[in-house]
Nanobody
Framework: EVQLVESGGGLVPRGGSLRLSCATS????????MGWFRQAPERPREGVAA???????YYTDSVKGRFTISRDDAKDTVYLQMDNLKPEDTAHYYC???????????????????????WGQGTQVTVSS
């Protein structure tokens, strides 16, 4: 059974930090690109960050310089370090596994989205102003 279990969400003040984790099982983690996307009420789903099997990373413009995605293939886990959080980062955050080998286009999220195979139930991040 494939499982992706996100943790680490919570309520933080503006400027605070959180580290999200996504523990996975049931599939060959090292063979998949991994990513995080978020969904806020009345807003479209947004790709936040992705990392390929060889460690190449991608970020949406609004989080560049503040968020860092990483993976630990020995633990089958992907992380999202979020610093200098802003109220507009408030959303439900999901991790996902995709047959994603990278993108030469700036629209990496579109490529990742259509390659998604598995995703978790998400964790809520709320940033107060």
């Amino acid at each position: 059974e494939v499982q992706l279990v996100e943790s680490g969400g919570g309520l933080v003040p503006r400027g605070g930090s959180l580290r999200l984790s996504c523990a996975t099982s049931g599939f060959t983690f090292g063979a998949y690109g991994m990513g995080w996307f978020r969904q806020a009420p009345e807003r479209p789903r947004e790709g936040v960050a992705a990392i390929t099997t060889n460690g190449t990373t991608y970020y949406t413009d609004s989080v560049k310089g503040r968020f860092t995605i990483s993976r630990d293939d020995a633990k089958d886990t992907v992380y999202l370090q979020m610093d200098n959080l802003k109220p507009e980062d408030t959303a439900h955050y999901y991790c996902a596994a995709a047959t994603f080998r990278g993108s030469k286009s700036p629209d990496w999220w579109n490529t990742f989205y259509y390659a998604m195979q598995y995703w978790g139930q998400g964790t809520q991040v709320t940033v107060s102003s």
